[in-house]
């Protein structure tokens, strides 16, 4: 119901979504890697880490950057 809900709020239609998983079932172990090879390159990729305070310091002898907000 949620699902629905939300495809008729943004104007997807019934047959919209139909075609949509109808696509992502033909999608392929070449297809991903492609994606993969294209978008997931390690030069231009970022970690980030959410922790509690009494973290840091075991976290900033990682050698990582460490910020905190």
């Given at each position: 119901?949620?699902?629905?809900?939300?495809?008729?709020?943004?104007?997807?239609?019934?047959?919209?979504?139909?075609?949509?998983?109808?696509?992502?079932?033909?999608?392929?172990?070449?297809?991903?890697?492609?994606?993969?090879?294209?978008?997931?390159?390690?030069?231009?990729?970022?970690?980030?880490?959410?922790?509690?305070?009494?973290?840091l310091?075991?976290?900033?002898?990682t050698?990582?950057?460490?910020?905190?907000?």
């Amino acid at each position: 119901a949620k699902t629905t809900f939300n495809s008729n709020l943004y104007g997807r239609t019934p047959q919209q979504r139909l075609e949509f998983g109808q696509r992502v079932l033909k999608v392929t172990l070449d297809d991903l890697k492609r994606v993969t090879e294209t978008y997931l390159t390690t030069d231009q990729h970022s970690t980030a880490v959410v922790t509690n305070s009494g973290s840091l310091e075991k976290l900033d002898q990682t050698g990582f950057d460490v910020f905190t907000l």
